[in-house]
């Protein structure tokens, strides 16, 4: 069996990218066991992800003694290969103190972190101008495995998890929408508005906002339309409540990635980031969906752009009721 630890503590939407590394890597050679280093605010999810065999949970608040402390329990184990995904000095520092035959890690790492690889993968044809995905799956080749997503990103189950509250009363599952953004350039300011379209719309589904930072939405739609489950939203939870939508719409942010991973149609909102670059991936699934703000600002994206888009993509599905009322409900 072959011993393989990943380095890459954060952040959600980057994490996703390396399960579904992982997934593929565990598909092509079944016998590899991969451990995982993630940050405590993420361990959850690489906990729950079938691909992952172990966990060692970076705790960034301990300081020095804490970073030693797990280093430690690393150590415990001889590794055959370290995969540096992050690239950056703590990383690099992490790569450095574990016992591995081979320690790999990105060519394009920063803050000095390649001082402690053995060998660097190289970047993909289109050199930093590539998507993040196709950077990570440079590291398949280093296990003679081909650099493309194989095998189905997979979540064990949360025991005692009902989520049939989502859907509407004649049983139509919803459209979900995470509002809020870790970086305020990044965040879209039109959910509200948007989901009131959607709510009227004549279809009869809820939209549910979903998040682990509480939105506020004063004068939203009664219950029987919309839902709103910011500041109440698991990690662990996350795989199961994206899979039972129809839809994910959603800032440039990890659920629109885990979403994207897990094929339920996703409808990307891009500000300053390309989405060629970080966009749901592939972007020519089709089911990935995006739309970019004029020249980049969000604060020229409407909410009637996103909904044309968004019916467009539904294939002109006919409404009951006036997209976008003068009052509220």
């Known amino acids: ?138 590291f398949c080749p280093v296990l003679d495995a081909i650099p493309e997503l194989q095998g189905n990103l997979e979540f064990k189950p949360v025991d005692g998890l009902n989520l049939s509250f989502l859907e509407s009363r004649s049983g139509a599952s919803p459209v979900v929408m995470f509002p809020d953004s870790r970086r305020a350039e990044k965040k879209w300011h039109g959910f509200k508005e948007l989901t009131e379209a959607i709510a009227r719309d004549g279809t009869g589904r809820k939209v549910v906002w979903a998040g682990n930072a509480y939105v506020d939405f004063k004068d939203a739609p009664p219950e029987s339309m919309f839902l709103n489950l910011t500041g109440n939203t698991s990690l662990v939870s996350l795989p199961t409540l994206i899979k039972r939508a129809c839809w994910v719409i959603c800032n440039d942010s990890g659920p629109l990635h885990l979403a994207a991973a897990l094929g339920v149609p996703t409808l990307g909102i891009f500000g300053p980031t390309d989405p060629r670059l970080f966009g749901p991936y592939p972007l020519n699934a089709p089911a990935n969906h995006v739309v970019q703000a004029p020249i980049g600002n969000l604060k020229l994206l409407t909410a009637k752009d996103v909904y044309a888009r968004f019916q467009k993509l539904e294939g002109g599905r006919p409404r009951t009721a006036a997209p976008f009322p003068q009052r509220g409900f």
């Open 1 to 138: 069996m072959t011993q393989l630890l990943i380095i890459k503590p954060s952040s959600l939407g980057d994490i996703v990218h390396g399960l579904q590394v992982a997934t593929s890597l565990k598909t092509q050679k079944p016998d590899l066991r991969i451990s995982w280093i993630v940050r405590d605010i993420f361990a959850p999810m690489v906990r729950a992800c079938e691909a992952i065999d172990r966990t060692y949970v970076f705790r960034r608040h301990d300081g020095p003694a804490g970073f030693m402390r797990l280093m430690s329990q690393v150590r415990e184990t001889e590794f055959d290969y370290v995969f540096d995904f992050q690239g950056l000095l703590r990383t690099g520092l992490m790569t450095w103190r574990t016992k591995a035959a081979h320690k790999v890690g990105r060519s394009d790492a920063r803050e000095g972190a390649g001082i402690f690889y053995q060998r660097k993968v190289p970047l993909p044809p289109d050199g930093r101008r590539s998507h993040a995905m196709d950077i990570l799956l440079q």
